[in-house]
């Protein structure tokens, strides 16, 4: 059965730290790995990775993908309370897309 | 840009009754995808339809059924409904193989009392 687990389950830091989210993923097929932000609306889409050690940027967000450890880590650095959200990795196969449980992440000023 | 569209919004129906959500795909989309999110869970894939075929089948309620369109927009009936049933149910669309991208609706939130 296909799985994504994600760690850690909550995470609570100050403003400016920086934050690394783990995704692990067991997908068949699999074809991409991808991040979405959510907050009290649709998730909002970060980022999507389909080859190993290829760093994705945004800002202060970046993303990596190691298909030998079938993983993913999100990272952001400087951290504002604007990115206080819960954050969810899917693992997409052939057809379907699995998420984990999601990070809640909270910065406090 | 065009967005999912999701209709309605916000539904509040009784135990017991019917629903039907309806999604409205990007353009040239050709994927559709619903998801159930209930209260502090993460995103429950339901179904998927590929060209308006189903493609893959979740965790879906034998109560709910779901269909896509020759226009490619996409309606999920709920039938029965629970209290359980109370959840926030997005639809995501993605293009044309090789893409990947999920782009996600709005959301309908089902509230059943």
């Known amino acids: 059965e296909d799985k994504v687990v994600q760690s850690p389950l909550s995470l609570v830091v100050h403003e400016g730290d920086t934050v690394t989210l783990n995704c692990s993923y067991e997908?068949?097929?699999?074809?991409?790995l991808l991040w979405y932000k959510q907050e009290k609306k649709a998730p909002t889409f970060l980022f999507m990775l389909?080859?190993?050690?290829i760093e994705k940027k945004s800002g202060r967000l970046s993303s990596i993908l190691d298909k030998k450890e079938l993983s993913s880590i999100l990272n952001i650095t400087a951290t504002q309370t604007g990115d206080s959200a819960i954050y969810l990795c899917?693992?997409?196969?052939?057809?379907?897309?699995?998420f984990g449980q999601g990070t809640r992440l909270t910065i406090n000023p | 840009a065009a967005g999912v569209i999701q209709s309605p919004r916000h539904l509040i129906k009784e135990k017991r009754e019917t629903a039907t959500l309806k999604c409205y795909p990007i353009?040239?989309?050709?994927?559709v995808y619903w998801y159930q999110q209930g209260p502090g869970q993460d995103p429950q894939f339901l179904i998927s339809?590929?060209?308006?075929?189903?493609?893959d089948k979740g965790s879906i309620p034998d109560r709910f059924s779901a269909q896509q369109f020759s226009d490619y927009h996409s309606e999920l009936n709920m039938s029965s409904l629970e209290l359980g049933d109370s959840a926030l149910y997005f639809c995501?669309?993605?293009?044309?193989?090789?893409?990947?991208?999920?782009?996600f609706g709005p959301g309908t939130r089902l509230t059943v009392l």
């Open positions: 997908v068949t097929n699999f074809r991409s």
């Open positions: 995501a669309s993605t293009p044309p193989a090789p893409a990947d991208t999920q782009y």
């Open positions: 389909t080859s190993s050690g």
């Open positions: 353009p040239r989309h050709d994927t």
């Open positions: 899917g693992g997409r196969g052939a057809q379907k897309l699995v």
């Open positions: 339809f590929y060209e308006k075929m189903q493609s």
